[in-house]
């Protein structure tokens, strides 16, 4: 199954081709110009950053139709659509920029409202960082598969850069989300090289009204319900989805059918028994 990135997708007057030999015609290109110097970026530095951008799309539409063959391992078909060296190079030019503003950084699952409520906890998201911001606000290609993959190159850079306690916030629990099969992984690496680095994780319910809530260990919604275990967050979620969600709160319609849906196939929203978090579903 594909790991699904959940970043804003392009509408539909994003453009259809890649402007990488005319860069400035790309029609984002005097928006990036404007926010890159806002942003304090030097001009030569915004120049390489929107070609190493462009020529990105260029590459990630190659590697995709490489990895189409379907001779090709599974595992080989996934790591050369990853292999995007121009964006990486994007991150060494100016992946600094991915540093958290605040003394906490925040990773998500279950739509972009779930980033905007971490922010406004006082949590900085990828979306919110200097770089993040300007990418997120970017139209790049209609084509979302070329442009998904720099998400998560920027992720992975992100998550790198956690130096203290990162608020983990779940509306929804998708183990194929490159929150649980990416970014918590290279976690899990990082807190073996900085032991200040330590997980939070909170569950999260809509309200019909669009608000979110967290879930208390005795299922009552409060403000702040933090758990230092992926699977308790989870158990939690799901139990208050099973019994106390109303089906006609559309708001939460989603996060309840995928429960459904993962329930249905047998997919255990807990690790393997004997590998705890860091089985194969982190």
Known sequence: MARTVQRRK??????????????????????????????????????SAWQLLL??????DQLNTQSADTSIDPAERRARRASNTWY??????????????????????GGFDVSKYAQAKGH?????????????QLELHANWKLQAPLWNVLSRAFVERATGPVHVFLRAYNPDSVLIAQEIP????????????????????????????????????????????????????????????????????????????????????KAPQGQGEGGKRE
């Open 10 to 47: 392009p509408t539909a007057n994003a453009p259809k081709e890649h402007f990488a030999t005319k860069a400035t015609d790309h029609p984002e290109w005097p928006l990036f110009q404007e926010m890159m110097d806002k942003g304090g970026f030097p001009a030569d530095v915004t120049e």
């Open 186 to 269: 290279q976690l899990r690496i990082i807190q073996k090289l900085n032991p200040a680095v330590e997980i939070l994780w909170h569950p999260l319910y809509t309200n019909p009204d669009g608000t979110l809530r967290e879930i208390a260990p005795d299922l009552r919604l409060t403000d702040d319900a933090a758990y230092r275990s992926r699977d308790k967050c989870v158990s939690v979620m799901y139990n208050y989805l099973l019994r106390l969600h109303d089906t006609n709160n559309k708001a939460a319609a989603t996060a309840y059918g995928e429960m459904n849906e993962l329930l249905a196939e047998n997919v255990n929203a």
């Open 124 to 136: 900085t998201s990828l979306e919110f960082t200097r770089l993040g911001k300007i990418v997120d």
């Open 88 to 109: 990486r190079e994007l991150v060494n030019l100016v992946g600094d920029h991915l540093r958290v503003t605040t003394p906490t950084m925040a990773l998500w699952s």
């Open 55 to 60: 020529g990105g799309l260029v590459e990630q």
